[in-house]
């Protein structure tokens, strides 16, 4: 629709610029809201499916939006691709998440967290300065390299030789990579050769649905398969895993009977704060 505005030009009120409006809005609001700290870390922890014990944590990204509230990383993770406002945002969870875990680790002793992961966007790897922005968290934080995890997802892996360079200089320097939203590309498999993957992680869509009974043998059974096929892969290749997405105990036996002993969801544990972790760990602390 047009509308006459008031020199004589004619605005467009809901016609194609809008979206590309709305970006430059987000755009510039992000570099605000980065400025002005709104942006925090939540954990996600990482457990045992036969003691539910936390082995790990995942760090997600939050934004406290001070009209909106809490606004979650899908509304605005493209947007900072885009506008490349990832780059600054990505060293800022990057840099929290190694100095909490240092302090976990500091707190509740070296067998209390095995690792922290956090998620890392293809822009990121291809900034030349990341892999030394990496070693600088680590130094500052103290964290050693190999509690590090880093999640990266197929379509950021296959962006080319500096990415490629990045993360075999990553993988070197003993950090360990983890393959997320694992078997939901085009090139899952091949990857797995051109890649030094350290964690496969078993996205949430085959877990979805894995508890219900078709009625055809377990072997047969089409919903298990891939998770099957994933876990064969993992134990062959020595890599570990983690499967996504875990939402009720029904699944815990599903994927325990096929062999993942590692999982992440809203069955075993929510997001949460760095303080709520802490509780978790005092009340795992062995007596
Ligand atoms: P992801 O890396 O696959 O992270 C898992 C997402 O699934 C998280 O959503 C988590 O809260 C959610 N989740 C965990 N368990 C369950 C469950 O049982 N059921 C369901 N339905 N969902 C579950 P969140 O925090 O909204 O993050 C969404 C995505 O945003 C992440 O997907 C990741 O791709 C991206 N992201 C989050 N934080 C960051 C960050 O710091 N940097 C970058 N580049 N991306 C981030
Ligand atoms: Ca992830
Ligand atoms: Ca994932
Ligand atoms: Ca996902």
Redesign the pocket.
């Known amino acids: 629709a047009k509308q006459q505005g008031k020199a004589g030009f004619v605005r467009y009120v809901d016609g194609m610029r809008e979206p590309v409006l709305a970006h430059m809005r987000l755009g510039g609001e992000l570099r605000r809201a980065l400025e002005n700290d709104e942006f925090r870390?939540?954990y996600?922890p990482i457990m045992r499916l036969d003691d539910y014990r936390l082995i790990g944590v995942?760090?997600?990204?939050?934004w406290d939006h001070p009209a909106r509230g809490v606004v979650?990383?899908?509304e605005f993770?493209p947007a900072?691709?885009r506008t490349g406002l990832?780059v600054p945002?990505?060293r800022f969870?990057l840099r929290e998440t190694c100095r909490q875990a240092a302090a976990w680790l500091a707190e509740f002793g070296p067998d209390a967290l095995r690792e922290a992961g956090?998620?890392?966007?293809a822009?990121?790897l291809h900034d030349p300065d990341f892999v030394a922005e990496v070693t600088s968290a680590l130094t500052d934080s103290g964290l050693p390299c190999e509690r590090l995890v880093l999640?990266v997802?197929e379509s950021a892996v296959l962006r080319g030789q500096q990415v490629s360079r990045a993360l075999y200089e990553l993988d070197r320097m003993g950090i360990r990579l983890a393959l997320?939203?694992f078997g939901t590309g085009e090139s899952s498999l091949s990857l797995l050769r051109a890649f030094p993957a350290a964690i496969i992680?078993l996205?949430?869509s085959f877990?979805d649905g894995i508890e219900i009974d078709d009625g055809r043998p377990a072997a047969a059974d089409a919903r298990q398969a891939v998770a099957r096929a994933v876990i064969q892969l993992a134990d062959a290749l020595g890599l570990d895993t983690v499967a996504?997405?875990?939402?009720c105990p029904e699944q815990v036996t599903v994927l325990r009977e096929l062999g993942y002993t590692v999982g992440?969801?809203?069955?075993?544990a929510?997001?949460m704060t760095a303080a709520d972790v802490s509780t978790l760990l005092a009340r795992q602390q062995p007596a």
């Open positions: 870390v939540v996600q995942e760090a997600l990204v939050r979650g990383p899908a993770i900072a691709e990832i945002l990505g969870v956090l998620n890392v966007s822009r990121q999640e997802t997320d939203d992680k996205d949430k877990v996504e997405g875990v939402e992440q969801g809203y069955h075993l929510q997001p």
